[in-house]
């Protein structure tokens, strides 16, 4: 996901107390949802919905009460609960303070379908509004828990299931929604039945519906994977040609990462409070996203990385979201090197680079950082750029093949699953035989990054390089790769920084014209020469 202007559980042990995840959601015991079928009305009458969700449970460990998420009625906005069954039969149940609690009866299977039926006026999650050419539609926009305002569902992403949407609306309204299409009935009274099934398990985060007057068009096949667009009617041609890049980013991630993970990739023109929403395999960008001129690409794809990053391989924590994010944006920087060269690689990450060192001046915080325990506040610099960031230093790390077979394993084991940072830090160990605990532990679970003051000198042969950390929180370890020009032409050395300040010993030929810190751009730093 990206804003439209800057990138704005307890778990098992992950070898290091200051990595124990501090997400407060309270999780289901043994009670994992396995599949969702939500029935919704719409009309043209008023923003009421009509819902009926069909709730697929498995109990793994025996059946116990459980709890689903739902905002109730609180003056205008909010659901009524109308009802809850299992098997037909009036379930046991206490809807209080936005969750539902269900105690299923004692004896039958482990595995059981409840069904809610309720109805209101959801004030956030589903956007009933019009679009900027003033027709009437309606968008899901969930992220990050804001299905509760209108599907009654665990609104967290460590508890996936599979899902069909039907929705029944008025029929001159076109409708598109997570999974594929497997219905579209007249139903002869001015209404219209569509139907969507997504077999791959997702978080409710990224399911969505749109449904608006839309033009749409087969953009192209990667594979057999379906691309398509769905603007407004208004800006059919624009639409048509800005979001067609999304085949050739569609078929770069495929050969790069691996088989992608859904039913269709649909490119959806939408109201969205985000800059783009990657609900999987139904993306949602910003309306203005159309202008004919192809300015989205880096946009469309960030969004199109996240269907691996965030909705296949998912966060089992909400303060491990770089996993998404970070991932997104140095996956989107990955497609674009590979098309534009590696000057645009280092436009881009010397542009995050400094919002990144902007950002922490006011903002002190590791990446992960478990202070936070409001979703709505895991998002930013750190989660995105310097998320991204750590990903492009660990590939400088280990070299681009080594790196490649990481991804690529660290996707195959945790696809369709649920994913912490030790996860893919033991793929990447598993792939480059090294040991980066100490790597993932002071890029990612300690604040900040070197600030170096750093000089040079010459004298028979040799260039003196001395560098200083002045930061005064933690002590980095890190390669530096030093620049060394003699007439316009730049040889690198890599120097292996350890300490807070030391000297370096460099065999040159002659008195260099200029030394050059990171001059391709793999290092997170701050610098100052003081020479």
């Given amino acids: 996901m990206k804003s439209i202007y800057t990138l704005i559980l307890l778990i098992a042990c992950l070898c290091s107390t200051s990595i124990?995840?501090?997400?407060?959601?309270?999780?289901?015991?043994?009670?994992?949802?396995?599949?969702?079928?939500?029935?919704?009305?719409?009309?043209?009458?008023?923003?009421?919905?009509?819902?009926?969700?069909?709730?697929?449970?498995?109990?793994?460990?025996g059946v116990k009460p459980f709890a689903l998420d739902l905002i109730g009625k609180s003056g205008t906005y909010g659901m009524d609960l109308i009802g809850v069954s299992e098997a037909d039969t009036k379930a046991d149940y206490v809807y209080s303070g936005n969750k539902i609690l269900i105690t299923p009866t004692a004896n039958g299977p482990t595995t059981r379908t409840f069904k809610v039926r309720y109805r209101g006026i959801p004030q956030r999650g589903l956007v009933i509004d019009t679009t900027k050419f003033g027709q009437r539609s309606f968008f899901g926009d969930n992220w990050p828990n804001l299905a509760r305002h209108w599907l009654p569902c665990v609104d967290h992403p460590y508890d996936k299931a599979t899902v069909e949407y039907r929705i029944t609306a008025p029929d001159h309204y076109d409708v598109v929604a997570t999974g594929k299409k497997i219905e579209e009935s007249h139903l002869g009274n001015g209404f219209k039945l569509t139907s969507y099934s997504e077999s791959a398990p997702v978080a409710m985060k990224v399911t969505t519906i749109g449904v608006t007057q839309f033009a749409t068009k087969l953009l192209g096949m990667v594979g057999d994977i379906p691309v398509t667009a769905w603007v407004y009617p208004e800006n059919r041609l624009d639409g048509f040609a800005d979001y067609a890049v999304a085949t050739k980013v569609l078929d770069y991630f495929v050969t790069h990462i691996g088989p992608y993970p859904f039913a269709k990739l649909a490119n959806m023109q939408a109201k969205t409070q985000w800059g783009g929403l990657e609900n999987a395999g139904t993306i949602a960008y910003f309306e203005n996203s159309v202008t004919g001129k192809n300015t989205v690409e880096g946009l469309i794809a960030h969004e199109i990385?996240?269907?691996?990053?965030?909705?296949?391989?998912?966060?089992?924590?909400?303060?491990?979201?770089?996993?998404?994010?970070?991932?997104?944006?140095?996956?989107?920087?990955?497609?674009?090197?590979?098309?534009?060269?590696?000057?645009k690689r280092k436009e881009e990450l010397l542009v995050d680079r400094k919002e990144i060192l902007d950002y922490f001046a006011k903002n002190p915080s590791p990446i992960v950082d478990n202070s936070i325990k409001d979703p709505m506040k895991v998002l930013s610099i750190n989660t995105y750029q310097k998320g991204g960031w750590v990903l492009n230093m660990l590939r400088h790390k280990l070299g681009d093949e080594t790196f490649w077979k990481g991804i690529r394993a660290y996707y195959e084991a945790h696809k369709n699953a649920n994913v912490m940072t030790v996860d893919f830090r033991q793929a990447m160990e598993a792939a480059s035989g090294q040991e980066l605990a100490d790597f993932f532990e002071q890029w990612v679970f300690t604040q900040g990054q070197p600030e170096l003051a750093w000089s040079w000198a010459f004298s028979k042969g040799t260039l003196e390089f001395s560098a200083t950390q002045l930061q005064q929180h933690h002590t980095f370890k890190f390669p530096l790769d030093v620049g060394i020009v003699h007439n316009n032409e730049m040889t690198v050395t890599t120097v292996e920084i350890d300490k807070a300040s030391a000297t370096y010993q460099i065999k040159v030929g002659s008195k260099p014209d200029k030394v050059v810190l990171d001059p391709e751009v793999w290092l997170l730093f701050s610098e100052k020469q003081t020479q």
Avoid at 25 to 39: L, P
Avoid at 308 to 327: R, Y
Wanted: proline residues 0%; charged residues 20%.
């Fill in 305 to 343: 990385a996240h269907q691996w990053f965030g909705n296949s391989a998912t966060e089992n924590s909400w303060n491990h979201v770089w996993l998404s994010e970070g991932f997104a944006t140095y996956f989107a920087i990955l497609y674009q090197e590979a098309v534009y060269g590696n000057d």
């Fill in 20 to 61: 124990n995840a501090q997400d407060v959601y309270n999780r289901n015991e043994t009670a994992d949802v396995q599949h969702y079928v939500f029935g919704l009305s719409l009309n043209d009458d008023n923003n009421e919905i009509t819902g009926e969700a069909l709730i697929t449970v498995d109990f793994k460990e």
